[in-house]
């Protein structure tokens, strides 16, 4: 469990201590949660400095999801990305080759309709790792979409957002993707104690079968961190539990 970024300014004074330098953050970050959910990518190309930086940053065991160009997913979706791809696994070599990147996040925009010609290609041109394609449009969530996905091993997202009913919590790989959006029972997004509960049930059945990567994106108010702390001292409990068992 981790959440979506770290880098937020109304996070100072509740998830980091008042006078902790911002360049501190993330280390702060990673001695709370053993991964994050990188967004800056998806603005602009990193710099390779500043992803070394995060590696040094971070402990051995910590792991980066990170988030594609929205040049390759918006502006080209998925079509002749070969080169672009290339330019932004390059930035990433430091993690890589410190074995610290996790699954790739590929967030399509609400406007990109089912194109499987698009994903087919898009898929056979990835690299080698953890790919995970977040859909905002009804019409991909469809069993060719699924067996596509399948194919190669790649996760569907699990978007959760009251505004997207569509989502679907279909197992399209080995692993799992998460994404809470947006609480439905908590006030201006935060999810509900109940609502936490619920999912700690649902990942703890899904993590039997492999591995779950969730990320808290509801960052205003500071509610992403103190959700997925929540969640993952749920976890914990119900994994304690189960070896005393």
């Known amino acids: ?33 053993d991964t994050v959910e990188v967004n800056t990518t998806f603005y602009r190309l990193i710099a390779r400095d500043a992803v070394a930086r995060w590696v040094r940053q971070t402990p051995e065991r910590f792991l980066f999801a990170v988030k594609a160009s929205r040049y390759l997913t918006h502006v080209k979706r998925l079509s002749g990305i070969a080169d672009g791809v290339a330019r932004f696994y390059e930035r990433l070599e430091p993690m890589v080759d410190a074995g610290r990147l996790g699954p ?3 967030q399509l925009p609400e406007t990109f309709h089912r194109d499987l010609d698009r994903l087919s290609g898009c898929l056979e041109q990835l690299p080698a790792g953890l790919h995970a394609f977040e859909f905002r449009h009804a019409s991909w969530f469809t069993e060719d979409v699924y067996a596509l996905l399948r194919e190669h091993d790649a996760a569907l997202v699990v978007g959760d957002h009251p505004e997207r009913p569509f989502q679907s919590h279909e197992a399209t790989a080995a692993w799992r993707y998460v994404r ?9 997004g935060n999810y509900s104690a109940s609502e936490l509960q619920a999912w700690a049930q649902r990942l703890q059945r899904w993590r039997e079968s492999g591995p779950v990567f969730g990320y808290f994106n509801n960052d205003w108010e500071a509610f992403a961190p103190r959700n997925a702390a929540k969640l993952k001292a749920l976890l914990d409990g119900q994994a304690r539990a189960a070896q005393a068992s």
């Open 180 to 188: 809470f959006h947006y609480g439905s029972r908590g006030r201006r």
């Open 1 to 33: 469990m981790g959440c979506s970024g770290w880098n937020y300014r109304d996070w100072r004074g509740t998830f980091y201590p008042a006078k902790l330098p911002a360049s501190r953050w993330l280390e702060h970050y990673a001695r709370q949660f």
């Open 104 to 106: 790739v996040l590929w």
